[in-house]
């Protein structure tokens, strides 16, 4: 049996018990998304958008999605963890285990009056009027995608209501609390006019088995809305991360994306936007860690469909031992899309010789009057600047640790919220051999 | 202090040190004068412990040890101090985390307790104003952006900070005007003491009117071709280096002298 049949006889299994199975709209796109996903499987490597990072993982192991109760059983013991992350920030923190929310570990903050954090399969349950709108098309991504569709039940759903600001971070964890578990969650972000927020994604580890996490967060922009969505991947070195980040923009609107990839021994991560208004502009800022034989890709897509839209978007690898990192950004600037400004970069420091760095900048331009500028490097320590550390008594541990922070840095000063910097500081120098020692140093000069 | 013995060196598998002789003690300070290329800077390069340098022969006893077998870092913890001729921009990490990280790593090795962040802070910011420089340059990248002036002014900076027993000073008067240098220079007097050597490295006799040497040597080819007083280098000024050039084997010092 492939993996797509394995998948079609899990859908046959648990499509009624999903929620929201009541729902024909529902019914029909998780129907006709399978269909896609068998049809299709997953992603090949002779799929030119997939050439550099191979799912054949996926076809040799067995994953599924947990029973309904494992969710429960999954969270006990998962106090502490929660915990750790929430500390010295109050925030409203919204906790999935095995895709499943969570309430007992989760902790809502009061939201200003308009700005709702619910849970997707309640939302289903009460209110699905609310969703079919943003929920998403069997069309939409990749096959991995077309698979969320089609067994994605739960995840937040996040409503600014019109002109709402929140200002603290909207935190949602995930949690693979059972092994080999396939989670495919789905968020849903919506702001209307004028509404500002910020959601942070934590995808963290409890064990070192595998797991498969299959994302789609969706958000959509209004008139002048600004989102900002950081994902801090912290999964197992044996999971395989799909993420599928997919924002749509109504004029004048603002969408950040920031991606830290620092944990799974495979992460790829589509991030896609679409000017679909005059004068949007979006920030895409990514950086990443891999080790060992850890692979993380990148793959963005800006789609300027109107005029006078700005995207800047910047990607910085660290790459050790035999890690890999690959990255292509796509840009189309349509016909009529004027006053376009772009700029795309991607920068690679790798520290061994093994590691290895892929860039492909993608630049459709079918308009006059744009700016359009990309540039990619690959490098390595700079050995003048680790001398000048060294001459000064630094030893040199510690001295490639801070010049692969210094290197992080840029990307990491791009988050504009200092609690979420240093969270993500933190997150990567724990990666570094005495890297903690570091993170606490610098904190202490902050 | 420092006996440096025979010394051959090379970089790129050029050899630019060709058999130097040089004796320090300490409270002295020695200026090394000479023109483009001589292998001054590889000097201080390999004093300092640069790799991409080869050593091919000779030796260097640093305080009664084999400085060649030392580490970069070691060295410096040790007391070795390299000012910059082109100080190494680093943009990402603050000056302060630098300045304390070098403080602290020479302060271990001399049994010293660490400093916290406050009286780091409290220690550094004295400093930074005998040498005039404004505290924002703690919480700006190490030497980013910095004019001439301000990235010499840190390594002036540094070395007060670190207190090391012998400083070489690498070109430290190149480019910089003259209110730069006489800041500068005075910064370096302040540190001379009786127990601390230093090296003045220098093409111009300039500098040492505000560094006054005890001694003054001139390198070419490779080697310490005339070791003299302070006189040698107002000679130089007068003369420029040519006539050395042409004959260096008449003045070259006794071996081992």
Redesign the interface.
Known sequence: MTAAQSWAEAFRERAPSLAGAGLPWLAETRRRALERFVAEGWPSTRNDAWRHTSLLVLEHEQFSVPEAGAAERGAAGLEALVRGLREGDDGHWMVFVDGRYAPALSAPARLPSGAEVLSLAEVLETAPERVEPHFGAPEDGYSPTALNTAFAADGAFVHLKRGVVVEAPIHLVFVAATERAANHVRNLIVAEAGAQGTVVEHHVKVHDEPALSNIVTRVDCADDARVTHLKLQQESERAVHLAHIDARQARGSMFASHSLSFGARLARNDIVTRFDGTGCETLLNGLFHVDGKRHVDHHTRIEHAQPNGTSREFYRGILDEAGRGVFAGRIIVAPHAVRTDAVQRTDNLLLSRQAEADARPELEIYADDVKCAHGATVGRIDETALFYLRSRGIDEERARNLLTWAFAAEALARIGVESLQRRARGALLARLPGGTALDRALEELQ | MLEISQLKASVDGKRILRGLDLSVKAGEVHAIMGPNGSGKSTLAQVL?????YTVEGGSIHWQGEDLLAM???D???SGI??A?QY??E?????N???L???VN??RR?RGLPEL??MDFLAKVKAEMKAVGMKEEFLYR?VNEGFSGGEKKRNEVL?MAL?EPKLAILDETDSGLDIDALRIVADGINRLRSPERAMIVITHYQRLLDYIVPDHVHVLAEGRIVRSGGRELALELEERGYSWIEREPAAVRPAEGA
């Open positions: 300092a412990g640069r790799d991409s580490s970069t870092e060295r410096a913890r101090f390299l910059f100080p190494v680093i943009p990402g990490v603050s302060a985390y630098f304390k990280a070098a790593a020479v090795h916290d962040a990248s540094q670190l």
